[in-house]
């Protein structure tokens, strides 16, 4: 290999050759290692190989299976172990066996399948390339939503869009992928459910419903059953609670194993419904590898020779390095958490974060909107500036959809390119570009009930409490958003001079809705008039604040106290504290779920640097 000394390594990862020093010291002086990753090492044409290398690197140097050491990835999913154990992978069979001619054989006897799958089945990718082709003419997607999520989303809707027959099970009711379904079956929801889950050390845990089924919805296994009966295979599908399954599970994995597969159930074969009901969380495969052996036919562990696959040189046209990925307070596609106004607030737009510097050269303003584009598609965003981005790069989260923007739509610009083996798209590098985006006037909708979405260049949706809040931006006339508006009494004030017309609309004296436009103003703060949504209307709603002063807390950082930016600086600067800790006893802010105390870390270390400069 090429890059081997410590300046060229230090220089590939874009790292000073001392900090890389460093690392490589702390690593060697200290035995009991664990690796953390995720998704910046696995979602890359490159991923298993950067896997094997950190794999590899444990077993050369002995640190797995040992009380703190090991490799570990940090699996996204919440049962994603549980969901590899049954087999719901394309590249799998049940109970950790593949398509080695002995594994389809077994399954097939166990299952007295006469038909078995001989080989592997198509990853997501490639299944929607079929789709797309017409291969696959029936397809049933379930607990997952592709036209967001996929790469290159656009050409997945139009493969879905194609296709004779679509089934969405899925529990909400709208979703982007359920406008495509001819059938859509409505699912119970995690708390509505029982079974178990598996996390990433191995435990399988019982889950227990803690809400009744609403409405129609039944549990996917439920859904499936009556499915596979209906179509003749009752005497296959005989399940009538979650126990039986899982004892089917569980005698599949023990089945003609002898010790050879890690993955045996051998305890819960015969576990009775009551014993199901009362399961107590376990941990499957014992100490694994504790004892130096691993599942090969000689015990030894295998190394997998691993190359640095070199990465093309930015293209003239796509200039810059496209990186996606999650903001802390938003789950996907947000049907778990876009109905929160309180996870909405934290960041309640698609923003693309960009350097500083490449701002300036690119023309783009803080706050501004701007054009993300790849050769697959485009999306609007709004621009943030951040010193932390690295330049050259772009950061788009992946939340957005439909059902909420008409921009920050991430899925239409990624590659469809995966890594050979695994089949993870390279999500984290998408050849891209960006340019400003003109806007003739900016402004906001807030209403208590629901809105449809304002046909305007840029229209975001946040939850609020009491109602929605339409974040717009657009060109040409924004009169046509007053159709959105519920009927009522209207109060109106224009403002010619900057463009700006303020409307209320009151329903027995309460506000129900309020549309602030602008061409060259100001726009009030939103929390004042969100609070006053439902309530009885003040003299002061057009004016877009209340009589007298009022303190701007700024965004809000800690989220379970709801206190925000400014409160916490004016505090560390007037009260000089130190720590999180001294914040969280004078605010109480992160000492809750703890998920805002790096920024409260960062406010603090701010505060130091501007004392001392
Ligand atoms: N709040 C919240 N939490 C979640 C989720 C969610 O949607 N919201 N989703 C869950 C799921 S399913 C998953 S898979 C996980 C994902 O968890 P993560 O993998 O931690 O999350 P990502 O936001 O995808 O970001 C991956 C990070 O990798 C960095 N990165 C990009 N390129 C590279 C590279 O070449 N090398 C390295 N080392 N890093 C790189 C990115 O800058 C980014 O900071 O999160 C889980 N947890
Ligand atoms: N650009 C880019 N794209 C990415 C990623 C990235 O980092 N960058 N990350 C990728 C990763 S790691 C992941 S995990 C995916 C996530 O992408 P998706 O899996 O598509 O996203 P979710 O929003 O989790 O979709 C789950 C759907 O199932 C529904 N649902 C929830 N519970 C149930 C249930 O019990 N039964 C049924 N039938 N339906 C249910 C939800 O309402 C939702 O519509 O996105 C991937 N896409
Ligand atoms: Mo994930």
Redesign the pocket.
Not at 187 to 190: F, T, V
């Given at each position: 290999m090429e890059r081997s000394d410590l300046w060229s390594v230090a220089k590939a990862c874009d790292l000073p050759p001392a900090d890389l020093r460093r690392f490589f010291e702390l690593f060697a002086a200290h035995p009991r290692t664990v690796t953390l990753f995720s998704?910046g090492v696995n979602?890359s044409l490159r991923g298993t190989d950067q896997v094997n290398a950190i794999v590899n690197l444990h077993l050369a140097t002995g640190r797995i299976g040992k009380p703190g050491a090991a490799p570990f990835s940090i699996t996204?999913?919440p049962n994603a172990m549980g969901g590899r154990e049954v087999g719901g992978l394309a590249s799998t069979l049940a109970a950790h066996m593949g398509f080695v001619p002995d594994d389809v054989a077994r399954v097939g006897r166990f299952w007295a399948a006469p038909n078995m799958a001989c080989k592997p089945g198509l990853k997501a990718v490639d299944l929607f390339r079929a789709v797309g082709e017409g291969r696959i003419k029936a397809l049933w997607v379930?607990?997952?939503?592709?036209a967001?999520?996929?790469?290159d989303a656009g050409r997945v809707r139009e493969a879905l869009a194609a296709c004779p027959f679509v089934v969405v099970?899925?529990?909400?009711t709208d979703?982007d992928?359920s406008k495509f379904a001819h059938v859509r079956l409505p699912?119970?929801?995690?708390g509505e459910?029982d079974g178990t889950v598996t996390n990433s050390e191995r435990r399988i845990s019982r889950q227990r419903a803690v809400l009744d089924l609403p409405g129609e919805a039944r549990p996917?296994w439920w859904i499936v059953t009556q499915v596979a009966r209906r179509m003749g295979w009752r005497t296959a599908f005989p399940y009538d609670r979650p126990a039986e399954i899982f004892r089917e599970h569980a005698r599949l994995s023990a089945y003609q194993n002898q010790g050879a597969r890690l993955f045996e159930l051998r305890e819960q074969v015969a576990i009775g419904n009551h014993a199901y009901e009362a399961l107590a969380p376990f941990r499957w495969g014992g100490d694994a590898f504790a004892d130096g052996r691993f599942p090969t036919p000689d015990g030894k562990a295998r190394l997998v020779p691993v190359q640095q696959m070199t990465l093309q040189d930015p293209l003239a046209k796509w200039p810059l390095t496209l990186n996606?990925?999650?903001y802390r307070d938003h789950?996907?596609?947000?049907?778990?958490t876009g109905l929160s106004p309180k996870l909405a607030r934290h960041r309640d737009e698609p923003l693309v974060e960009v350097h500083p510097d490449d701002a300036v050269e690119l023309g783009l303003a803080d706050r501004g909107l701007a054009r993300v584009s790849t050769p697959q598609g485009d999306s609007v965003f709004r621009v943030t500036l951040s010193t932390g981005q690295r330049r050259g790069e772009l950061f788009v989260p992946?939340h957005w959809t439909d059902q909420q923007s008409t921009g920050g739509r991430?899925?239409l610009?990624?590659r469809p390119l995966v890594d050979p083996h695994s089949g993870q798209?390279g999500?984290?590098s998408t050849p891209a570009t960006i340019a400003p985006v003109a806007i003739e006037w900016r402004g906001f909708l807030l209403a208590t009930g629901e809105v449809k979405q304002p046909d305007c260049l840029w229209a975001t949706r946040v939850q609020v409490a009491g109602g929605v809040l339409y974040e717009l931006a657009g060109q040409g006339d924004p009169v046509q958003l007053d159709a959105l508006l519920p009927k009522g009494e209207r109060v109106e004030a224009v403002d010619r001079a900057r463009g700006s017309r303020r409307v209320a609309v009151l329903k027995d004296g309460k506000l129900a809705a309020a549309l602030f436009v602008t061409r060259e103003g100001l726009l009030p703060s939103r929390e004042w008039l969100i609070a006053q949504i439902g309530e009885a209307a003040s003299p002061a709603v057009l004016a877009g604040a209340p009589p007298g002063a009022r303190e701007d807390r700024g965004p809000i950082v800690c989220l379970c106290f709801d206190v925000g930016l400014k409160t916490i600086v004016s505090a560390v600067a007037s009260q000089q504290l130190t720590s999180v800790e001294a914040v969280g006893a004078a605010l109480s802010a992160g000492t809750n779920c703890g998920s805002c105390r790096p920024a409260i870390r960062r406010l603090i270390e701010q505060n130091r640097s501007v004392a001392n400069a």
């Open positions: 998704q979602q996204g999913q379930m607990a997952t939503n592709p967001v999520s996929m790469p099970s899925d529990v909400v979703t992928t699912a119970a929801a995690w459910k996917d996606t990925g999650r789950w996907h596609t947000m049907t778990r992946i991430t899925g610009l990624p798209p999500f984290k």
